[in-house]
Each structure stands twice: as C-alpha cells, then as structure tokens.
C-alpha cells in the first residue's frame, strides 16, 4: 500500500474552498482544520478497514457468504468469529435509547427524507470525483443501475431505521455488516487491479471516503431536511447522528472521524470537501443518471416530464446554482423546494408539535414509503419484519 499523499488531497483548493463555503458559515468558529488534522485526512486516503480487509484476505469469496450468513456460531472458521467479535463489541458510548429516537425521527421525516437522500445526499455527493472510481471500475454507471442503487439504499435506510434494526439480530445490523464486507471485497479486487491509480487516488475505498459519505447520510441529511422547512429539533437532531455514528462504526469507520455532534459533522464535511477534488465526467454522467431515473418509474411522457422538473427543481432548491453547474445540470426555479416548505409548515412544523403528533407522521411516513416501493414494483420488501432477513447483495453506493 502506498505512503505517498494521493494527488486528488486538495487537488483544487480554490473550487474545494467554494464548494465548502456553505459548510464553513454554519461550522461555527475554528472550523479550519488544524496541521494534525490535515495529516489524518492525507493518511486516511491510505487507510482502509482493516478488520474487514482481513477476514476478506483469510477466505474464498464463496464460502464468505456462507459464513456471513451463519452468523459467529461455534463451529464458524476463526475469521469469522474474530470478525464477529469485533463488530459485536459495541463501544461503550452508544445509547440505546438514543438509537431507537434516532430512527424514529427517521422515519417521521417522511418522504421529505426520502426527497433529501436522493437529490441531496446522493447527487450532493456526486459533485466530487472523490469516491466514483470504484462505481465506475465496478460497472455501476450502466443500464438501470441508478435505479437499483437508489432502491438497494432505501431498503438498507430502512432497515437500519426499523424499530431494533441495529440490535445483533436486526436486520439492519445484517445488512451494514454485509455491506462493510462487500466494500472489503471490492477494495480487495481494486487493490490488486494492476491499473489502478494509487498515487491519484489512494487506497479504493478509503477511511477518507468511508468517513465523508457517513457525513453524507447524517449531517448535510439534516441540514437539508431543514430547507425542506422540517422540523428537526435539538433532541432529535442528537439522536439522528448518534444513530449514524453508530451505523458508521459497524460499517468500519476511524472512531477519529465518527461526528456524534451536528457541529462536529459540519466541521468534518467542510474538511472532506474542501480537500476534495472537483467534478470529473463520472459526476456528470452519475448526476444525469439520477435524474433521469424518474423515466423508468413514471408512466406516460407527462408525468416523466412533471417528475424530472421536480427533481431539477428540488436539486436546485438543496444544492444551490453553483452545484448544478458543476453537475451539469440545468438550474430550475425551486417551486417544489418552496412547495415541501409550505407544506411543512403545517405538517411538520403544526402537526409534529401536536400532542400525538409524532405518532401521525410515523403513519404518514410508512404511507409514503409503501407507496413509493409500490411504484418501484417492490411492495414486497416492506413486508417482511426488520429482524428477518429480506434482501441480499445490498450494496450502499460510494
């Protein structure tokens, strides 16, 4: 593995500083990071997951899975018990009462969450070339691709947000350990790859990476809930990333880089992406990709058409004129963005206050949800309980 500084680390820092800005206003003071936080960032682009890294080096591909679907029983191989054994030793900081709030407010957020986890934190995160190698060596920029990346995400989100979805037997719980095995894998067939480009790039799937898209998820995930005019108030907001950073340890994340805390989260990403690179054609091509994703789900030309203007226009609503540019795509006045607020206003900001309130938009958001999956033709994965295993091969995209 190499040493050497991996030549994306600030390969832009004027475009890194302008992507980052919004990030800056709202870290509060001593945002910038200091000289041995900027080290951590270099050497974490050479930095992968070691315990996965080393039950994946210890056995052949098929009888992982085997292994992994076993569980750490008795008579497991000696990799997978030394695995297990770590991943089922919970650090001493995680609350289980702030679990079970933290995906509660999940899914409360209703399909808000589901508005934001698309055309906030997926294409947001798009913008960099940081982590989109390994789709494309991986072949995940082809065909219907976008589609199934977006479906295998919402079932994963939900499972990790279901009701004991992070307990040992959750399904939640299965689902990141099954996915921090995959990423060893890939890292492990992209490490050997003689043509990857160690000294532009670093490790493949990297601790630096690993740690910004958990930002992704949880921290730019609420901030954009609020534009949205939703409701996340100080406790839930805690809650929501101690859930993350719990989620971002069992998938294999540097405790060092874990956010805990909104302020935190915000000082990390505003590190992450102003040493980030800019965009490159995958960006284009991935951020296209999404949004043309509404024509494989919405019936007849209008319809398509409606869809993929409300996707333009919540993008640019979220993410603002300077990132659709850099995305290549085309800014829209924000009516939809502006629609979700008023909306809001009522539902989340009224309703949510309300003594019974948060029971209601709990039923609102499963509404939501099943009638999404429906659409996507996959009513059936809501129905199977969190704790039983639905699904395999779930990848969660970089």
Request: aromatic content about 8%.
């Amino acid at each position: 593995m190499t040493t050497i500084v991996p030549s994306r680390f600030g390969a832009d820092l004027h475009w890194g500083e302008r992507a980052a800005r919004p990030l800056r206003l709202v870290a509060g003071s001593g945002a910038e990071p200091t000289d041995e936080e900027l080290a951590a960032l270099r050497d974490g682009l050479t930095r992968r997951d070691e315990v996965a890294a080393a039950l994946v080096a210890a056995m052949k591909p098929r009888d992982l899975h085997r292994a992994l679907a076993a569980g750490p029983s008795a008579t497991a191989p000696e990799p997978v018990r030394a695995f297990f054994t770590a991943v089922l030793d919970r650090p001493s900081w995680v609350d289980d009462d702030l679990l079970a709030r933290g995906a509660e407010a999940c899914r409360a957020f209703g399909m808000d969450a589901g508005l934001v986890l698309a055309y906030g934190s997926l294409l947001g995160g798009y913008r960099t070339a940081a982590a989109l190698e390994p789709l494309v060596r991986t072949g995940r920029l082809a065909g219907g691709e976008t589609l199934r990346r977006i479906q295998e995400t919402s079932i994963w989100w939900r499972a990790v947000t279901a009701p004991g979805g992070l307990a040992p037997d959750g399904e939640g719980f299965r689902l990141c350990v099954h996915v921090r095995v995959m990423h060893a894998l890939v890292n492990a067939r992209l490490e050997a790859d003689p043509g990857w480009p160690w000294a532009e790039r670093g490790v493949p799937i990297n601790q630096y990476d690993q740690a910004s898209t958990l930002g992704v998820f949880s921290t730019s995930f609420l901030l954009h809930l609020r534009l949205l005019g939703v409701r996340v108030s100080g406790a839930d907001g805690r809650a929501v990333m101690h859930l993350w950073s719990y989620i971002g340890w069992l998938m294999g994340v540097d405790e060092r880089w874990l956010p805990h805390t909104e302020r935190r989260g915000r000082r990390l990403l505003y590190h992450f992406l102003s040493h980030d690179p800019p965009p490159d054609a995958n960006s284009v091509a991935l951020a296209r990709a999404l949004i043309e994703m509404t024509d494989e789900v919405a019936i007849g030309r209008g319809r398509q058409r409606y869809e993929r203007e409300r996707a333009l226009s919540v993008s640019s609503w979220l993410l603002g004129r300077a990132a659709m540019r850099d995305l290549g795509l085309p800014y829209r006045l924000p009516w939809y963005g502006l629609s979700r607020v008023a909306a809001n206003l009522l539902i989340s900001q009224g309703l949510g206050r309300l003594p019974g309130g948060r029971r209601m938009l709990l039923a609102r958001g499963e509404r939501q949800a099943r009638a999404q999956f429906a659409r996507w033709g996959m009513a059936d994965q809501l129905s199977v309980p969190a704790t039983k295993s639905n699904a395999s091969g779930i990848s969660v995209p970089q």
